[in-house]
């Protein structure tokens, strides 16, 4: 059986990227296509679990531009050839395109003759290049979200995961860590707490040997979408900051109280103010403030929903109060914000 290329598609548009897909046999010409990308986010992401081969992508995207992905992508390191493809004959951009080594750059609409000349381009410089392989880094392991069971070969003491949605979580050079995929996220187990995080990733609780999929995942998702790390332990104490902080995220919705917060754990309030302030670093007030503000932020730029159901999801009770503390944090009403950051 011959060789085939691993080839990703990156095209903004469903249709576009159909069409893409079908205008010629791709297996034919010696490709077969491995991932499919509506945004330069995700097809780094891609990029890093699937090493393709060669990438043709489109220029125009809503996140980032095709010759940003393809930067990206270059300083993973990644080798691979790309074509880039606009609906704009763009002199600057193809000369760009060309200093990146790209192998073409078509104009749309597209034609089969076009593509198939590009195709066989591809091929002849894959051909004659030497394809070096990340062979040193585990293959990504595939978790279900649902039902998360990470297998025994991934076993470590006091584990932690790094979940991301928006990065490729997988281009940092992070010893022993063992790249996940879990759902639409990028995850890398790792068996030590980090100095720092990567932007936009979230940090599970520790759990001895990744036993608990099921927390791992809940709680990494808590440090990501509330954009918190969890505080680590001081001192012969019944209880942690981080349990608060996990449960101050799970009642994020509602109007949370330090009376309700006394109640759930069976101490008093002045306790849990002392503990709190002293391994976080924050007021309970201030952390509920700025994991909502955050939350917010995600929504508006990541969801569709509207700006009441933001609100909403946020512990924001007063839609109004909402909107002024927004501008009030980040200097721009929430619908203005939305407009200017909309990654989808």
Request: aromatic residues 4%; charged residues 25%.
């Given at each position: 059986m011959k060789q085939l290329y691993k080839l990703m598609l990156v095209d903004d548009e469903p249709w576009a990227l159909s069409g893409m897909e079908e205008i010629i046999d791709w297996e034919a010409a010696g490709f077969t296509i491995v991932?499919?990308?509506s945004c330069g986010q995700e097809a780094i992401l891609q990029a890093r679990l699937c090493q393709p081969d060669a990438i043709v992508t489109d220029?125009?995207?809503?996140?980032?531009s095709g010759i940003q992905m393809i930067h990206a992508i270059r300083e993973i390191p990644l080798p691979v050839e790309c074509v880039v493809v606009s609906a704009y004959s763009d002199f600057e951009v193809a000369r760009e395109a060309i200093r990146l080594s790209a192998v073409y750059y078509l104009v749309k609409p597209l034609s089969a003759a076009d593509v198939h000349e590009v195709a066989l381009l591809l091929k002849e410089k894959l051909d004659r290049s030497v394809r070096p392989r990340h062979t040193d880094r585990p293959a990504p392991l595939r978790i279900d979200w649902e039902?998360?069971?990470?297998?025994k070969k991934a076993k470590r003491v006091n584990g932690r995961l790094l979940l991301s949605d928006r990065m490729a979580l997988h281009a940092y050079n992070i010893p022993k860590a063992?790249?996940?995929q879990i759902g639409s996220f990028a995850g890398l187990l790792v068996n030590t707490r980090l100095p720092e995080l990567p932007p936009d990733t979230g940090e599970s609780l520790p759990s001895p040997g990744f036993g608990d999929g099921e927390m791992l995942i809940h709680s990494a998702y808590a440090s990501l979408d509330g954009g918190f790390r969890f505080a680590s332990a001081t001192g012969d104490t019944p209880l942690a900051a981080a349990d608060i902080q996990l449960y101050l995220w799970e009642h994020l919705e509602e109007e949370v109280t330090l009376k309700m917060l006394a109640g759930a754990f069976y101490l008093t309030e002045t306790y849990i103010c002392d503990l709190f302030k002293?391994?976080?670093g924050e007021t309970v007030l201030e952390f509920l403030r700025r994991?909502?503000?955050h939350r917010a932020i995600r929504l508006l730029t990541g969801s569709r929903l509207t700006l009441r159901e933001v609100a909403s999801k946020c512990g924001y009770s007063d839609y109004s109060y909402f909107g002024r503390h927004f501008k009030?944090?980040?200097g721009l009403p929430p619908e203005l914000y939305r407009k200017q950051n909309r990654i989808s």
């Open positions: 991932a499919r990308c220029i125009r995207m809503p996140d980032m039902h998360p069971i990470f297998p063992q790249p996940v002293k391994q976080v994991i909502r503000l009030a944090e980040t």
